[in-house]
């Protein structure tokens, strides 16, 4: 079983439109995470939710809009894509009151054309 | 900031060779996780050291930790070309929520 997946891999869309990404996990963990990785291999957090609540915004522009339904998911909401946004976005999670080791999906390639 | 700076950004050695590869932050930690990131996948947890650890070994791995020169190595030892990916070293702080914030990345490259 994945522990945590991300759908879809892949995003191929054009400027102007709104996609999401969604992210589930089966660890039990309460605390759930979007990185944003550009093409230079720098691997950026966005966002943190622990038990649905944030807790964790970086400076992200709010075109980007996270939702945390319950713990084990969080999606990742995009409105009026532009060509900057195109990255791999990683969801991970972890267990908050643990070492703070981070389990990562497998990334959702997106591409703004 | 807990960023973690690799070094050197890329490395390039045959099978059989150690591969070592170093990290720096500026603040001060709870623990330094190491990751690996194999090509369009995602980055997995290697080792962890705590703060009050100078080193650890797990299988072909090593980390070092030096608190007093804020800086970490991971030396893998015997290298395969399966070990070819990206390492990442992520410090952490005190804080509950774990943020961890990574770097670019060692390139590390091991020719069969």
């Known amino acids: 079983d994945t522990a945590v997946s991300q759908t879809p891999k892949y995003l191929v869309t054009q400027m102007g439109n709104d996609k999401s990404i969604k992210c589930e996990q089966n660890?039990?963990?309460?605390?759930m995470y979007w990185y944003k990785q550009d093409s230079k291999k720098f691997l950026k957090i966005m966002f943190s939710?622990?038990?649905?609540?944030?807790?964790i915004n970086e400076t992200v522009p709010n075109r980007f809009s996270p939702k945390s339904p319950d713990k084990a998911h969080l999606n990742l909401h995009i409105n009026s894509l532009e060509l900057g946004d195109s990255a791999v976005y990683f969801c991970?999670?972890?267990?908050?009151?643990?070492?703070?080791?981070?389990?990562f999906g497998e990334g959702s390639r997106l591409t703004v054309l | 900031s807990q960023q973690g700076e690799e070094d050197p950004q890329a490395l390039s050695i045959q099978e059989g060779e150690n591969a070592t590869m170093n990290c720096s932050y500026k603040?001060?930690?709870?623990?330094l996780q190491w990751y690996r990131q194999n090509s369009g996948r995602g980055l997995v947890h290697l080792i962890l050291?705590?703060?009050?650890?100078r080193e650890k070994h797990s299988g072909r791995l090593r980390v070092t930790l030096d608190t007093s020169k804020k800086s970490s190595s991971l030396l893998i030892t015997a290298s395969r070309a399966a070990d070819t990916a990206s390492y990442f070293c992520?410090?952490?702080?005190?804080?509950?929520?774990?943020?961890?914030?990574f770097g670019q990345g060692t390139i590390l490259t091991v020719h069969p």
């Open positions: 991970a999670s972890s267990q908050a009151s643990r070492t703070g080791e981070l389990f």
């Open positions: 660890l039990g963990h309460d605390t």
């Open positions: 939710y622990n038990n649905k609540e944030l807790i």
């Open positions: 603040t001060s930690i709870n623990n």
């Open positions: 050291i705590r703060s009050n650890e």
């Open positions: 992520a410090p952490r702080g005190g804080t509950s929520y774990g943020k961890l914030t």
